[in-house]
């Protein structure tokens, strides 16, 4: 599709915007939100015309682009067939979705419980262990993140916490694995991985093991920084969680549906939870959906007992008939395999050119269309290039390496002193290539605030 230019439409959608639409995590009169006139594929484009390379893939679910054809023909169709129905019923794309997704996941995760996105899907796990254990505290992990509603933004681990932590969660954070900025000393993978499943055990047992529910872990963490963990370390909380009786919980809600090169991460370790929260990616963001994936033995606990917890709006058709077409266009058109391959072959080898040449650039990690840049001031010392949480004028450098990047072209997905290469998994050499040389362009700039 071409891009029109229509500024007068433009500016009434950024008037209308401005006067009614409340944003999420801003102060409402400092943003200047671009009025989007259409997407397809890997870009997005505004009323004047200017097409950017969408490095954010939405907010990390269009994992297979925009307005993929097949998914919106699904849709349509499904609109005209059955536009809604209550979650009591069995309804073909509500059981079809379920089957294709248990398909996939590990082990035996065979039991689909629908939600209507990631954060009340992490909700619900959490409620599903606290049930299944009768003990009332979950462990995550600082540098996380799982989703804004209470439960989960109490789980979460970084600054957007803090306005709504009241203590009284039943949650307790621990340091999980990073070894750029380890909190354990470490200088290898292999001493980072002993060391923090050594922190965790102690965590628990200060804590108490007959008092907590569920250890909840991004498989990758992903707006934290996409912190692979070391080799061993999901086997070592597997492990842990085996020997006190704790639900594992696995966060697949951005790392799921082909972003890692596998169905999901989980797929990288072996390691199989108890339970598996996902959305975004599984039906690319084009209704909304999530989910948590079951095991027997949890699903066994609700078998004559009235699981209590449900949605309105669980396994609308709408969105179910979009996961099952998101999962047949992935399957058909080997999307998994294409983020597994162009991630070794094409964005890793990419970005580590870049920060070899670009001195803001501290470290590049990541897997399949799974990648950060962690931008520093000093690469001797790590110094962040702004300071942790860092807003206004402390928050500049950041500012600034982003407007390039858009100037450039493309759009990115910034979050702190880190940015992040999340295009969408169906994305093409020749794209990935564009939003090389864009950053390029972008590091030049942030190489401006370093020593």
Request: proline share 6%.
């Amino acid at each position: 599709m071409t891009p029109q230019t229509d500024p007068q439409t433009g500016a009434a959608v950024k008037a209308a915007d401005r006067a009614h639409v409340f944003h999420s995590w801003s102060a409402q009169e400092l943003i200047d939100p671009l009025a989007v006139a259409g997407a397809e594929g890997s870009y997005f484009w505004d009323y004047d015309g200017k097409r950017y390379l969408d490095l954010t893939s939405g907010l990390v679910y269009t994992n297979i682009g925009y307005q993929h054809p097949k998914v919106v023909a699904a849709i349509q169709e499904q609109a005209a067939h059955l536009t809604t129905f209550a979650p009591a019923f069995a309804i073909e794309a509500r059981s079809e979705a379920a089957r294709l997704i248990a398909e996939r996941t590990p082990g035996d995760l065979d039991k689909i419980f629908f939600t209507n996105g990631g954060a009340d899907a992490v909700e619900h796990a959490v409620r599903m262990a606290r049930l299944h254990t009768g003990r009332p505290k979950v462990l995550s992990a600082y540098r996380s993140y799982h989703g804004g509603t209470q439960q989960a933004v109490n789980l979460t681990g970084d600054p957007r916490r803090w306005a709504s932590d009241s203590a009284s969660a039943g949650v307790v954070h621990f340091w999980a694995p990073f070894l750029y900025r380890s909190r354990f000393y470490a200088e290898t993978e292999e001493q980072e991985c002993a060391r923090a499943l050594e922190h965790l055990e102690t965590t628990i047992s200060f804590e108490g093991p007959a008092t907590i529910a569920a250890i909840i872990l991004e498989t990758i963490p992903g707006t934290a920084g996409i912190m692979v963990p070391p080799p061993g370390y999901l086997a070592g909380v597997r492990a842990l969680c085996d020997k006190y009786g704790i639900v594992f919980v696995l966060d697949e809600v951005m790392a799921g549906f082909g972003r890692t090169g596998e169905w999901f991460a989980a797929d990288l370790s072996g390691v199989v939870p108890d339970l598996m929260t996902f959305a975004k990616g599984v039906n690319s963001g084009y209704v909304p959906l999530g989910g948590v994936a079951i095991s027997g033995a949890i699903a066994e606990t609700f078998a004559k007992r009235p699981y209590p917890g449900g949605l309105t709006y669980s396994g609308h058709p709408l969105a179910c008939a979009a996961a099952v077409a998101t999962i047949g266009v992935m399957a058909q058109e080997g999307v998994v395999d294409n983020a597994k391959n162009l991630g070794a072959s094409v964005v890793g080898p990419g970005l580590r050119e870049l920060a070899e040449r670009h001195p803001s650039v501290g470290e590049v990690r990541g897997v399949g269309m799974f990648w950060a840049l962690e931008l520093v001031k000093d690469r001797e010392t790590r110094e962040p290039l702004v300071p942790y949480n860092a807003a206004g004028e402390a928050n500049a450098p950041m500012a600034a390496f982003g407007a390039a990047a858009k100037k450039a072209g493309v759009w990115p997905f910034v979050n702190m002193n880190r940015t992040h290469f999340v295009p969408p998994c169906n994305a093409s050499e020749a794209e990935l290539k564009e939003g090389l040389a864009a950053l390029d362009t972008a590091l030049s700039v942030a190489d401006e605030y370093t020593a």
